[in-house]
């Protein structure tokens, strides 16, 4: 039996082709909906609320005052050491200037319940994020280029597309700031 020989021409393609089986991995960070909106979306219709209702909260929800403690109870340094033990000083300016940023625009939400289980909400991805995606590469020695593109790939990208409308308006600097915020607060840890 002779080879067949099979040929294409334009031929328009839109989306993937293969010769065999295409296996795409989708992920939905804070999209996971419960009855059509996730977690996130409903604090949102909260927060509208509380605005238009000009409700003021005086008190700092568990979660919130968790991250707003220092973590270590035995010494507290300040950030210049903290990333100085990490080999990162040469952030420091960056770190300082981003982490006040966000304090600051957290003490302006601070009357909110609900913005402030936003912000529980976000530092507790932060945090998580960085405890198990980036620390243990940290303890590996990897270079601080590899750790950066780790921060940008599993905190920046993920809590940018988690914030969704982004009536808070947190931008890529603010969430740095959360980092270094909980680097202040011994939360995170460089070394």
Known sequence: MGKKEISQSN???EGDLAGNDINKQTYNIGRASIGGKSQLEKLYERLEKERENSTVFSEIVDELLHFKNNADETEF???E???????????????EKSKEKFAKKLLRNEHSET???????LLAKVYSSFEFDVAPR???????????????QFIINPLEEILGENLLRIYDDEINGMIYFLTGNCHIKWD
């Open 11 to 13: 031929n328009d393609v």
């Open 77 to 79: 340094i300040g950030l």
């Open 81 to 95: 050491k903290k990333l100085e033990n990490g080999n990162r000083t040469s952030y420091l300016n960056f770190a």
């Open 115 to 121: 913005a402030q289980h936003i912000y529980a909400f």
């Open 138 to 152: 940290i303890k590996e020695n990897h270079p601080e280029i590899f750790i950066n593109e780790l921060v940008k």
